[in-house]
């Protein structure tokens, strides 16, 4: 089993920005797909920013210019960079993983953003 753990969450100012990170740990094997995810109550998890096992990325059309995510396959970690947060940024983020086509997620961070 893989374990992802999230960090980085919390309040934040219209404006302002907020550094996540995504720890995983367990069995993994090699480099792989990982993702952001956000969900505000009521609404259905989407996605926010992925990056494949090469480096590729992409954004929900919401979030380009603002956010940017990354990795650093060495600590089996993902972060996603955001700025210029607006309040329709605010909802739980959640980290993901694929590998060999199972889906891995983490218990998510909550993210709120003020007007």
């Known amino acids: 089993q893989v374990r992802l753990v999230e960090s980085g969450g919390g309040l934040v100012q219209a404006g302002g920005s907020l550094r996540l990170s995504c720890a995983a740990s367990?069995?993994?094997?090699?480099?792989?797909?990982m993702g952001w995810y956000r969900q505000a109550p009521g609404k259905q998890r989407e996605l926010v920013a992925a990056?494949?096992?090469?480096?590729?990325?992409n954004y929900a059309d919401s979030v380009k210019g603002r956010f940017i995510i990354s990795r650093d396959n060495a600590k089996n970690t993902v972060y996603l960079q955001m700025s210029s947060l607006k309040p329709e940024d605010t909802g739980v983020y959640y980290c993901?993983?694929?590998?060999?086509?199972?889906?891995?997620w983490g218990k998510g961070t909550l993210v709120t953003v003020s007007s």
């Open positions: 993901n993983l694929v590998q060999w086509g199972a889906d891995y």
């Open positions: 367990g069995s993994i094997f090699s480099a792989n797909a």
């Open positions: 990056i494949g096992s090469g480096g590729s990325t």
